[in-house]
């Protein structure tokens, strides 16, 4: 019996130790030395992403940076726009849009997070083209070797 409960326990163990997660975060960026940098980063739990990222950064000083940066604004904006129509809603779960604007920066962010995200209605409205498959989830692998062959850096932190 006692050597029943042994066995048990070790089971028990090894199986909580099998389930630990495998977080991790990899950048992956597009430089080019000019006044707009574009940035993905991706969390994921071993090769499922779990939240990204992605920035189109713009900075400037000269004088018309203001009008440009409003412009790619209004772009942005018009985008999130399309998406909400697309989907026949205000927002979209798990995909969100921020701004973050200075005098000489701004950032354009969108962020998807995976555990909110309806799969069901993101490949409704088209959302994830370029997939060969129906999108269920995102990749790790997937994402970075696509990112790679566009030119992007990538690095896992």
């Known amino acids: 019996m006692k050597k029943i409960a042994i066995v048990l326990l070790v089971t028990i163990i090894l199986a909580g130790c099998s389930t630990k997660e495998n977080p991790s975060q990899t950048l992956c960026e597009l430089k080019d030395d000019g006044p707009i940098s574009y940035t993905y980063i991706i969390d994921a739990n071993g ?3 779990t939240r990204m990222e992605n920035v ?3 900075k400037g000083s000269n004088e018309g ?3 440009v940066a409003n412009e790619f604004q209004k772009a942005f904006d018009a985008s999130k726009q399309t998406w909400a ?3 026949g809603k205000k927002d979209i779960p ?3 849009f921020k701004v973050d604007k200075s005098d000489s920066m701004i950032a354009l962010i969108q962020i998807q997070t995976m555990k909110d995200i309806d799969f069901e209605l993101m ?3 088209k959302f994830y083209e370029g997939y060969d498959r129906v999108v ?4 790790l692998d ?3 070797n696509a990112l790679q062959q566009n030119g992007y850096t990538c690095t896992k932190k």
């Not at 269920?136 to 990749?139: D, Q, R, T």
């Open 85 to 87: 129509e697309r989907a």
């Open 65 to 67: 940076f203001d009008f």
């Open 47 to 49: 090769n499922d992403v």
């Open 56 to 58: 189109l950064r713009m």
């Open 142 to 144: 997937e994402e970075v």
């Open 136 to 139: 269920k989830g995102l990749f």
């Open 123 to 125: 490949n409704r409205i």
């Open 94 to 96: 798990g995909l969100e």
